[in-house]
């Protein structure tokens, strides 16, 4: 059974910081290409930033710069430093891990407020 659970949301005012976990178990997680997508209210779902089983990243437009992504092979965790944060930023971060053809799995999100 497939799990990623994300933790490390909550409220912090504009300016702050925070980061964000997903542990993920059931997966040969190192084989993973592992992601941070967001969907606030209203809006679609949309990439935070990812990073491959290679560690190559890339960061949606809005982030760069401020947010940055790193696993942990060893832990089976993913992690998101958020920077400089943003009433903007507010939404629900989502942990996805993708392996073409092999699964594409989604964790429960978790909320994160930045307040003006």
């Not at 490390?8 to 592992?34: D, E, H, K």
């Not at 679609?44 to 190559?56: F, P």
């Not at 993913?78 to 699964?103: F, H, W």
Request: charged share 15%.
């Amino acid at each position: 059974q497939v799990q990623l659970v994300e933790s490390g949301g909550g409220l912090v005012q504009a300016g702050g910081s925070l980061r964000l976990s997903c542990a993920a178990s059931g997966i040969i997680f190192s084989r993973y290409a592992m992601a941070w997508y967001r969907q606030a209210p209203g809006k679609q779902r949309e990439l935070v930033a990812r990073i491959t089983s290679d560690g190559n990243t890339n960061y949606g437009d809005s982030v760069k710069g401020r947010f940055t992504i790193s696993r942990d092979n060893a832990k089976n965790t993913v992690y998101l430093q958020m920077n400089s944060l943003k009433p903007e930023d507010t939404a629900v971060y989502y942990c996805n891990a993708l392996r073409a053809i092999i699964g594409n799995y989604w964790g429960q999100g978790t909320q994160v407020t930045v307040s003006s």
